[in-house]
């Protein structure tokens, strides 16, 4: 329990990142800076503590295992030998982490250049600088790129054939997932990526 409690308490900045990005709480310019500090002192408190629990938790439902059946990940902050509880999450991660990993330049594309394209998008935008287009322009463009990036991985990764569990590699750092499972990191992606799809959409059409 210690374990999952520590690890939802290390994931809250995550969407606290989304709420500052999205919502900007204190002004544009000043919750993005906020965003973007949050996210770079993250990883440095985050990831020692996912790497620490690795051996004991599963990396599919977060739960606590005695087993060995390590699942290696490469993703950009280095190579992890991650854990599950058995045979059924093992094959479950491995499909999800295999199907991402296949894809990894169009994941990389959609949530990475999400977040490099909005950051600009939403300070010009907002210094005025876009003629017509305002921050709300900028957090439509953000929420639908992440969305479309996210409701496959949600929706199809899990279900895919699981392939051979070696040379799994990740566009984004793994241990985000690890902090709370990959199972609720999938969940997330099917309710949020609904929700912020249907909101782009709806700002496409109010425009
Ligand atoms: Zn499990």
Redesign the pocket.
């Known amino acids: 329990m210690g374990d999952r409690f520590v690890g939802i308490l290390l994931f809250l900045p995550v969407p606290l990142v989304l709420w500052l990005f999205t919502r900007a709480p204190f002004g544009v310019g000043r919750s993005l800076v906020t965003g973007v500090a949050v996210m770079v002192a993250h990883r440095f408190v985050a990831r020692p503590v996912a790497l620490s629990s690795a051996a004991r938790r599963?990396m599919?439902?977060?739960?606590r295992?005695d087993r060995t059946m390590p699942v290696r990940v490469a993703d950009p902050a280095g190579t992890v030998d991650w854990n599950?509880?058995?045979a059924?999450?093992h094959d479950r991660l491995v499909a999800t982490l295999g199907w991402v990993s296949r894809r990894r330049r169009l994941v990389a594309a959609g949530i990475g250049g999400a977040v490099l394209t909005f950051l600009p998008f939403a300070w010009l935008a907002e210094a005025g600088v876009l003629g017509p287009l305002g921050y709300g322009d900028a957090v439509a463009w953000f929420k639908g790129l992440v969305a479309i990036t996210v409701l496959p991985i949600g929706w199809i990764a899990p279900g895919s054939s699981s392939r051979e569990p070696s040379g799994l590699r990740l566009p984004f750092p793994a241990h985000i997932q690890a902090l709370v499972?990959t199972l609720v990191v999938v969940w997330l992606f099917r309710f949020v990526g609904a929700v912020w799809l249907v909101e782009a959409l709806a700002h496409v059409v109010r425009r």
Not at 60 to 63: A, E, N, Q, R, V
């Open positions: 599963c599919w439902c977060g739960g295992t599950v509880c058995g059924t999450h499972g």
